[in-house]
């Protein structure tokens, strides 16, 4: 943890999570959040958003910042419903986290059609994949070889999280501080981009 007599710089970031119906968007923010997880399946009606600090330390700099990240999640029958729900999440976003599960091989083969649709050239906007239910790896329909051939076509990692209510213990934490480390690694890289500070370094975070 982060001294008490420390003071470090605040970073702010929007993060859109776009995924198909049904691939855990809401369990996985909650998860992220440090809330319980639904055990009940409902569609988010319009858009929720969910603000997470997270204190991280950039070892290369051996500098401390906590960053403060928005989350916007919506449902997909409301962004087909309403035309200003897609635009207002995408408006501003620093990062987009494109979902699919486990168990849906049709949602991880609806990925790059989303990176298709969303992307443009001049976009500056962090691109980010995460698989849901991974803790359901007996019931996989996504293969390693096809995340290996994803992240090597695409040049995207490929997170993972277990989205089962298990806040209490020591694995989820574990969980969720490798995903919002790995996160806010490339949110802080994409800054470095932006301001022309050369490519990539190693830019690792570790929670303090």
């Known amino acids: 943890m982060v001294p008490l007599h420390i003071s470090i710089s605040e970073v702010r970031y929007k993060v859109f999570l776009l995924g198909k119906s049904g691939v ?3 369990s996985t923010l909650a998860k992220l959040s440090g809330c319980l997880i639904p055990t009940v399946h409902s569609e988010t ?6 603000t997470v600090f997270w204190p991280g330390k950039i070892l290369q700099q051996n500098k401390a910042f906590m960053f403060q990240i928005q989350f916007w999640d919506t449902g997909e029958n409301s962004t087909k419903k309403y035309d200003h729900i ?17 168990i849906d091989k049709s949602s991880f083969e609806d990925i790059p059609h989303q990176l298709t649709r969303i992307s443009t050239p ?3 906007t962090t691109k ?13 329909e996504i293969t390693q070889r096809d ?14 999280t277990r989205n089962i209510p298990d ?7 574990n969980d969720i501080a ?26 690792k975070i570790s929670y303090c």
């Open 24 to 26: 855990g968007k809401t």
């Open 45 to 50: 009606q319009g858009i929720q958003t969910t």
């Open 86 to 102: 897609m635009p207002a999440c995408l408006d501003k976003a620093d990062a987009i986290i494109f979902l699919f599960s486990f």
């Open 122 to 124: 001049k976009d500056n």
């Open 128 to 140: 980010l994949v995460m698989g849901t239910k991974f803790d359901q790896f007996a019931h996989s």
């Open 147 to 160: 995340i290996r051939d994803f992240e090597h076509n695409w040049k995207i990692p490929i997170l993972k």
């Open 167 to 173: 806040a209490e213990n020591q694995n989820s934490f």
């Open 178 to 203: 490798q995903n919002l480390n790995i996160i806010c690694e490339h949110l802080w890289q994409r800054d470095l981009n932006i301001g022309g500070k050369g490519p990539p370094g190693d830019n």
